[in-house]
């Protein structure tokens, strides 16, 4: 038997049995990705990635050929890790910790049956495959919000370039005959991956080097946001002519489409000004086959004696060794209920009007806003105390924070309707029974109106204030008391004309002095 042709049966048998394992192991993870990350508009580009990373490998198979391969215990460095991080992620519900997690215990099997010359040839399209997962929410949301923010200031200010008056309030621009919500689709993210993902490319096929495909790639960062702006500035124009059609449908998406086109026009035209500028000449894609068929064809040693090629796989000591700790991952994951056990809790529907000297009227949050926020149950209210002083008090319960659902923090809502967060920090507030509770705490501040607003994360008997306390948390808890429900208590106070901030201050407390008692009921601890 040919030597080429055992190295084959054997690299195709082992391939299969670990891409069996890792699909078997990753399949909830990558349905979700598939079926609801990518499914939104922001990141489905993301559909067209595979069959991108696949043609690479593809081009790259003539070098691999003629490389030899040296098995390697390093690829435990990733590997390891890598499970380390499924846990954490299936755990914890972040969905990007899984992604990357399959990245690592993918990219460290390669590392280890193909060693590091191999792993090189082939890190150019490793790398590509990490844009195929989107950012965890929390950074997502924060992401979103500057580039939705930033966008919307510079289309205000082209359109007042152009004559026409336009005032922003966060995300919302007022036209005067109408008012334009800059939402998360036109937020510039959108055009923001794309454009960093051609930087790339451009760089990589057309070989320009690695300071000139940095430059390439950081500048696609501001063009995504320029480029939008215009787009919001050019339906803000084009609104007084033909009405709102130029901001819905058709109309939309072809804008969006070409200005992604004019975006990656100018993309290129920056690649082209690079090359005359370093006098670079030379434009090269793909592999010098020349060369490749030059180098000489590498052999392996042939199997032992009498071993039979299909099965000398099993004989590899780091094959059985991944192979074992995979089937350990995949049997514990199956066998040991993880399943979430919340304690009962009454339901937000009975929550009091009257709390104190504090009585309130329900408010009620759209169908489609409570779907895109996860929300288990929610309450808000608008409560007045006995001198009318209004305060507005709401509550998000999760049941469940894995798989996609995770709590929003008003740093990453309350701006995009044009509040600046002033004077932000940690308070703690003492409590007549009890520890007391430290709350976030910031003075927002828009036009000439300013609110004071206190914020925190009631999660399993713990008071919480930021987003990476609550996902450490989660993972623990998860681990040991197989919970992960959570809840976001805000309340806000405007600050009325001629009013001191300490008696907004003053009046805030009184509110969460009266309702922290009654939550302990219908958020368990």
């Known amino acids: 038997m040919k ?12 391939f299969a049995i670990s891409g069996l394992l890792l699909g078997t192991l990753y399949y909830s993870a990558f349905h979700w990705l598939i079926n609801n990350d990518w499914a939104r508009e922001d990141y489905n580009y993301a559909y067209l990635l595979p069959f991108l990373v696949i043609y690479i490998f593809w ?37 990007f910790t899984l992604y990357i997690s ?15 010359r191999k792993l090189k040839i ?55 005959f109408t008012q334009l919500q800059v939402a998360d689709a036109c937020s510039g993210l959108r055009f923001f991956f ?32 320029l480029m939008n ?27 969006g489409w070409l200005v992604f086109m004019a975006s990656f026009a100018l993309l290129f ?75 009962l809790r009454k339901p937000f529907s009975q929550f009091p009007a009257a709390l104190g000297q504090w009585s309130g009227t ?44 995770s709590i929003h923090s008003p740093e990453t809502c309350l701006p995009g309707g044009g509040w600046n967060f002033r004077q932000a920090g940690a308070m703690t507030i003492p409590l007549p029974h009890g520890n007391p509770i430290t709350v976030k705490r910031a003075v927002m501040e828009k036009g000439g109106s300013r609110q004071l607003v206190y914020f925190w994360f009631p999660a399993r008997g713990r008071v919480l204030t930021n987003a990476y306390e609550l996902k450490l948390y989660g993972f623990w808890d998860a681990l040991t008391r197989q919970r992960t429900d959570a809840a976001l208590v805000r309340v806000i106070t405007p600050v009325l004309s001629g009013e001191s901030l300490e008696k907004a201050e003053k009046r805030l407390q009184n509110m969460v002095l009266a309702a922290h008692p009654v939550l302990q009921e219908y958020i368990p601890n």
């Open 269 to 343: 035209g920056e690649l082209w000004i690079l090359r005359i500028a370093t006098c670079n000449k030379t434009i090269l894609t793909g592999e010098n086959a020349a060369a490749i068929s030059a180098r000489p064809k590498v052999t392996a040693d042939a199997p032992g004696s009498g071993s039979s090629p299909w099965f000398a796989f099993a004989k590899e000591p780091r094959f059985l060794a991944s192979a074992t700790i995979l089937v350990l991952t995949l049997v514990i994951f199956q066998t040991i209920d993880f399943r979430e056990k919340p304690p």
């Open 194 to 225: 794309p454009l960093i993902i051609m930087g790339v490319l451009l760089a990589y096929f057309y070989k320009t080097g690695i300071w000139k495909g940095i430059i390439l790639t950081i500048s696609a960062i501001p063009l995504s946001v």
């Open 122 to 176: 082939i890190s150019f399209p490793l790398f590509t495959a990490l844009f195929m997962f989107p950012p965890p929410s929390f950074l997502n949301n924060k992401l979103t919000l500057g580039l939705k923010l930033i966008s919307s200031q510079i289309g205000v200010a082209m359109v007042q370039w152009y004559g026409m008056s336009a005032h922003r309030e966060g995300n919302v621009i007022d036209l005067g």
């Open 362 to 405: 329900r408010q009620f949050i759209g169908q489609d806003v409570v779907a895109e926020l996860d929300l288990t149950d929610y309450v808000m209210m608008d409560y007045r105390n006995g001198s009318g002083e209004p305060v507005n008090f709401y509550v998000a319960y999760y049941q469940s924070q894995r798989k996609g659902e």
């Open 59 to 95: 081009e790259k198979r003539g070098l691999l050929k003629n490389t030899p391969s040296t098995h390697s215990w390093w690829g435990l460095i990733l590997f390891l890790p890598g499970i380390l991080l499924f846990w954490f992620g299936e755990l914890a519900g972040e969905l």
């Open 102 to 116: 399959s990245w690592c215990v993918a990219v460290g099997l390669l590392w280890l049956h193909l060693g590091w």
């Open 3 to 14: 030597i080429e042709s055992f190295i084959s049966a054997k690299g195709i048998i082992r």
């Open 229 to 255: 702006s215009l787009r919001i500035a050019l339906t803000g124009i084009l609104y007084q002519y033909w009405g709102p059609k130029v901001a819905q449908d058709f109309f939309h998406g072809f804008s």
